[in-house]
């Protein structure tokens, strides 16, 4: 990623970066989050950028809610955005290490996300380059990010200590210190996914992150995903656990119940990751 602005080239935008699904991702909190602060921040404007397939029930619901200042832009570069943004939001159900925080910080966007993994926790030091906000509760973070927004001294500081703190995973930094690296497990959930799987496994197999596990969990694919898993595992590459279909959630968690890694991060199936991604 290139240079990060200062905050005062930084527009007046809080960004959420990140699939559209409600079982795991739950942007329908962000959504009503907004709802409430919105009122006292007219001049700021809400971001959502991915894809999914609670896309069309987000869009309705945003406008069931009345927002105004709220945009849905798709998958895009997440790179501008974050350069551009001041504040990056998280309110999912579970998450990993969500590299999302990771990259916002690197650009000096400050997160605030639900606590809700060890994870988020370790990203943002507790509170100290980021806000941390009680799992689930809304009115708590509706207020956190109003005075968030409303507190420049608080948002520069944070600013600063996000960037400071997004050098802990510089890739120089990180594989100097492979050795204790602590193991992350990667959660690879796959449903007849035939035409990605092979890209996506690669490019996680190709990352430079030093210490990790590939769990891949084939959920009940009638097409050829479970074959083309099947090579990888009986070379060693994954961890490949096969079910009966139970959708997105069961298969994220039968790989959790499967980790035995001190970090989680999940990867869709249809995604292929940059080689340093797992590093930031």
Known sequence: YGQSPNLSEKKKEVLYVGRLSNSDKRVDRLLKIWKLVEPQCSDWSLKILGDGEDRNKLETLAQSLKLKNIAFLGYQNPEPFYKSARIVCLTSQTEGLPMSLIEAQTFGTVPIAFECSSGISYILEKGNSGICVPPYKMNIFANKLATLIKNQELLETLSQRAKTSSGRFNEDVIVSQSKDMPLLSVIVPAYNVEKYINACID??????????????????????????????????????????????????????????????????????????????
């Open 203 to 280: 490019s996680i197999l190709s990352d430079t992150y030093p210490n990790k596990e590939i769990i891949v969990v084939d959920d009940g694919s009638t097409d050829q995903t479970t074959q083309l898993l099947h090579a990888y595992s009986n070379l060693g590459k994954i961890k490949l656990i096969e079910k009966e279909n139970g959708g997105l959630s069961d298969a994220r968690n039968t790989g959790i119940k499967n980790a035995i890694g001190q970090y989680i991060t999940f990867i869709d199936s249809d995604d292929a990751i940059g080689e340093n991604a797992l590093l930031k």
